[in-house]
């Protein structure tokens, strides 16, 4: 049996059980106001109640298409103003996409009154306006983005400090972000841009103070965050190097408490070592430094810190010397340790030993420094023809890389 049948005599059913309803008792339904009355049976009441409710439905359905269809007719609607704002907005940001930064502009700008969400158009207006160099047209676009979508006062600031840093606006860009991060302290991205806008301005203590809540928050690879603390550690040292040498005696060693206040871990880096002790030496502390060196080099060797310790003369340099000796048995051929050795046996006067050392790192690897102290030695030793022959290696070392040129004969030669 189909549903339409079933359907067709559910319907007569409720109509005979309502005739019969209605045939049994019609009630009776009296309406009376001040002179005027109604009477008339319940059923009939209840029909034209309905009866009215269907017309209002009918009339209201009617409103909202004739309202519906003027949206549609009209071209200065709201519905279709903000259509054609929403087209010519999606023409503007292809424009952007391809760079065509003088129609995205005028396209953002245009739609943007009537665009569905204005700040985007602004924000992208912004950014054309900035691509084209007019910076006063990109501030205006920004204030109008503030003023339409003030909710979005975070948005805005950061596209405002990223392209006042683009521009090299940095101290504009400071006041920005300093205000982002006080009002949105939490505000990640702002965090990020705050550090690389101190990396910028070399403002070391200040991005010194965000290092740990940059790696909290692991705002940049592990790479990129070793980076950055390696270089403000070390433009650190290097900015107490430079105030220790204006200090007063007594005072404390500027470089030194730099160094101590650094991460535990940091002051295992060999790097870092090696500015430290430069700095050092750069005043004159040549004890503290060796030490320093000394105690780097047992726990990891590093040719840079071998080097290093070679140019540092300590309070004993015998006892350097022997324990540079020890190096040796790990690793005997080092060019690097050898040069190094070969000086520290200058500083106790053993030549001949110098002379060896010195010779076995040219071996190991002909590099100028090692020339230069080779030909110093020989020089002094008396030795002036190995003295020359040195210096000829060494300034072969410096000419390599020259192109192939015509040059005359020697004398006593002639061309043919």
Not at 56 to 67: D, I, T
């Amino acid at each position: 049996m189909s549903k339409s049948y079933l359907a067709v005599l559910a319907v007569l059913l409720v109509a005979a059980l309502l005739g019969m309803a209605v045939a049994e008792d019609p009630g009776y339904l009296l309406i009376a106001w001040r002179n005027m009355s109604i009477e008339t049976s319940i059923w009939v009441g209840l029909a034209f109640l309905l009866a009215l409710w269907l017309l209002l439905s009918l009339l209201r359905a009617v409103v909202r298409l004739l309202n519906a269809s003027g949206r549609r007719l009209n071209p200065w609607s709201r519905h279709n103003l903000e259509r054609r704002a929403n087209l010519i907005t999606t023409r503007g940001l292809l424009e952007f996409a391809e760079g065509h930064w003088s129609n995205a502009l005028r396209l953002l700008k245009r739609s943007a009154p009537h665009a569905e969400q204005p700040l985007i158009n602004y924000l992208a207006a912004a950014r054309a306006a900035h691509e084209l160099e007019d910076f006063p047209e990109c501030d205006n676009l920004l204030r109008e983005a503030y003023e339409t979508t003030p909710g979005a006062d975070v948005a805005i600031a950061v596209t405002q400090a990223q392209l006042q840093i683009a521009r090299g606006q940095l101290e504009q860009a400071l006041a920005t972000l300093t205000r982002l991060r006080k009002e949105h302290p939490k505000h990640l991205y702002a965090l990020k841009l705050m550090g690389q806008l101190y990396a910028k301005l070399e403002d070391w203590n200040s991005l010194e103070q965000l290092l740990p809540e940059l790696r909290r928050h692991k705002l940049l690879h592990e790479a990129e965050q070793q980076g950055m603390e390696q270089r403000v550690y070390i433009a650190l040292l290097v900015q107490a190097g430079q105030r220790g040498k204006h200090q007063e005696p007594g005072q404390t060693d500027a470089v030194t408490a730099v160094w101590e206040r650094l991460p535990k871990l940091a002051r295992h880096e060999p790097a870092l070592i090696e500015a430290y002790c430069l700095q050092l030496r750069s005043l004159g502390k040549l004890e503290r430094c060796e030490e320093t060196l000394r105690q780097a080099l047992r726990h990891a060797f590093n040719e840079r810190l071998v080097h290093l310790y070679g140019m540092t003369a300590g309070k004993d340099p015998a006892r350097q010397l022997q324990t540079a000796e020890h190096w040796l048995a790990e690793h005997p051929h080092n060019a690097a340790l050898l040069l190094a050795l070969g000086r520290l046996a200058l500083q106790n006067s053993l030549w001949g030993k110098a002379r060896e050392y010195l010779e076995a790192s040219f071996a190991s690897k002909r590099d100028i420094q090692t020339c230069a102290e080779l030909v110093r030695l020989l020089e002094h030793l008396g030795e002036q023809a190995a003295s020359q022959s040195m210096l000829r290696q060494g300034f072969g070392l410096m000419v390599k890389d020259l192109p192939e040129m015509p040059l005359p004969a020697a004398q006593g030669l002639t061309t043919t």
